[in-house]
T-cell receptor, first 119, second 114 residues
Framework: GAVVSQHPSRVICKSGTSVKIECRSL??????MFWYRQFPKKSLMLMAT?????????EQGVEKDKFLINHASLTLSTLTVTSAHPEDSSFYIC???????????????FGEGSRLTVL | AQSVAQPEDQVNVAEGNPLTVKCTYS??????LFWYVQYPNRGLQFLLK??????LVKGSYGFEAEFNKSQTSFHLKKPSALVSDSALYFC????????????FGSGTKLNVKP
């Protein structure tokens, strides 16, 4: 089945530093990937849609300068949390859809998530 | 606007008993419905989906879901619960006008006790 790999699974950083999270589709191509944020005991909040070779589309209220997204290839998207602060601590999950499958029936495949803790 | 509701924050069931996790949806257009499961500190795993066809959809790990158009529901079911089924379950609906956009319910924590 389709596998999405996310790295790192856990990261602890100091306030003010930047952290990069990678999301890779291992056995399929994904022209579009999605970044979600999950707060404790809460549902997933879509942050942005990452488009291969073009700018990401951010959801309302998400700071694009804070959460930099790059989708340089058909199998890799990165999320960089810039100048991280404790309130950025969260569980970040990426997902992707197989570009070769029918767009109206394909489910999303999710990475394992990255737990960010900003001290 | 598209949305899903999971009315129960938590469902408790004894091992071996049937389980139901509820989901209702609101969609303008044909609904594309999904169930995902999340184990602690993990990503979401796909369980099953309804696109069209039979109202009873069978998925992974013995789970099934019944699409009910008149009640706008898509409840997740399993005839006999296992302790290992304990996890967080999310219902989701895909936007029929933007296939890239999914709307997730708030999640239901399933506790299966031995």
């Amino acid at each position: 089945g389709a596998v999405v790999s996310q790295h790192p699974s856990r990261v602890i950083c100091k306030s003010g530093t930047s952290v990069k999270i990678e999301c890779r589709s291992l056995d399929f191509q994904a022209t579009t990937m999605f970044w979600y944020r999950q707060f404790p005991k809460k549902s997933l909040m879509l942050m942005a849609t990452s488009n291969e070779g073009s700018k990401a589309t951010y959801e309302q209220g998400v700071e694009k300068d804070k959460f930099l997204i790059n989708h340089a290839s058909l199998t890799l998207s990165t999320l960089t949390v810039t100048s991280a602060h404790p309130e950025d601590s969260s569980f970040y999950i990426c997902s992707a859809r197989d570009s070769n499958r029918a767009s109206n029936t394909g489910e999303l495949f999710f990475g394992e998530g990255s737990r960010l803790t900003v001290l | 606007a598209q949305s899903v509701a999971q009315p129960e924050d938590q469902v408790n069931v004894a091992e071996g008993n049937p389980l139901t996790v509820k989901c209702t949806y609101s969609v303008s257009g044909n609904p594309y419905l999904f169930w995902y499961v999340q184990y602690p500190n993990r990503g979401l795993q796909f369980l099953l989906k309804y696109i069209t066809g039979d109202n009873l959809v069978k998925g992974s790990y013995g789970f099934e879901a019944e699409f009910n158009k008149s009640q706008t529901s898509f409840h997740l079911k399993k005839p006999s619960a296992l302790v290992s089924d304990s996890a967080l379950y999310f219902c989701a609906v895909r936007d029929p006008y933007n296939f890239n956009k999914f709307y997730f319910g708030s999640g239901t924590k399933l506790n299966v006790k031995p």
